[in-house]
């Protein structure tokens, strides 16, 4: 039985994501944010965060953690690179989202949308859209001469890295400056499986 606990509109969607890629069986429980702290999902998560997947007795937290986990256990024909060398690259990329522009964007997410106009920094907003014209160019660069992150075939990398930056798009953040970046981004977050996620609760 595989069960994932957070809502699409979360964090929870690059999961919901993965296991659509991997055609999984699961079962979808939509614990919003604001529900993550409840005495049963701090049962299953002690941080009190989404998402939580519970896979055949095996708890995982974060959304990165939970992917590379998938991955590995249901991908080897799909996702998950078939060497060590594809295996380091998948961690690479995953953590470059994680560390590289994910902060930058939340940080753009909270002074332009999510916080009450009275809570808005937009000098913070504006340094995070500079902070993040190296981490663009960075996955530019290394996007040239091939379809995807480790070469030819989508994997959990670009799942990954797509998923962060997908929040790109919802702050109309301006990557005409990384062409082959935001033509590989546009490629990811069309795919069938992310569509049909987006749908979810």
């Known amino acids: 039985?595989?069960?994932?606990?957070?809502?699409?509109?979360?964090?929870?969607?690059?999961?919901?994501?993965?296991?659509?890629?991997?055609?999984?069986?699961?079962?979808?429980?939509?614990?919003?944010?604001?529900?993550?702290?409840?005495?049963?999902?701090?049962?299953?998560?002690?941080?009190?965060?989404?998402?939580?997947?519970?896979?055949?007795?095996?708890?995982?937290?974060?959304?990165?953690?939970?992917?590379?986990?998938l991955a590995e256990k249901y991908g080897k024909n799909s996702l998950w690179p078939s060497d060590l060398a594809g295996h380091a690259a998948a961690y690479k990329w995953s953590f470059f989202g994680m560390t590289e522009a994910e902060p930058h964007l939340m940080s753009i997410l909270r002074n332009r949308v999510m916080n009450p106009p009275d809570k808005r920094d937009e000098n913070a907003a504006l340094a995070a859209v500079e902070a993040l014209k190296a981490p663009f160019k960075v996955l530019d660069q290394s996007l040239q001469g091939r379809e995807y992150l480790l070469g030819n075939s989508f994997t959990i990398a670009d799942l990954n890295v797509a998923s962060v930056l997908s929040w790109a798009a919802m702050i109309r953040l301006d990557q005409s400056a990384t062409p082959t970046a935001q033509a590989w981004l546009q490629k990811c977050l069309g795919r069938e499986a992310n569509?049909?996620?987006?749908?979810l609760p």
């Not at 999961?15 to 659509?20: D, F, G, K, Q």
């Not at 569509?195 to 749908?199: P, Y």
């Open 1 to 69: 039985m595989t069960t994932l606990y957070g809502s699409s509109k979360s964090r929870a969607a690059r999961s919901l994501w993965a296991l659509e890629e991997l055609g999984v069986k699961y079962d979808h429980v939509p614990v919003a944010p604001a529900e993550a702290k409840s005495a049963d999902n701090l049962k299953r998560n002690p941080n009190g965060h989404v998402p939580v997947l519970e896979d055949d007795g095996i708890v995982v937290w974060e959304s990165m953690a939970i992917n590379l986990y």
């Open 195 to 199: 569509a049909k996620v987006r749908k």
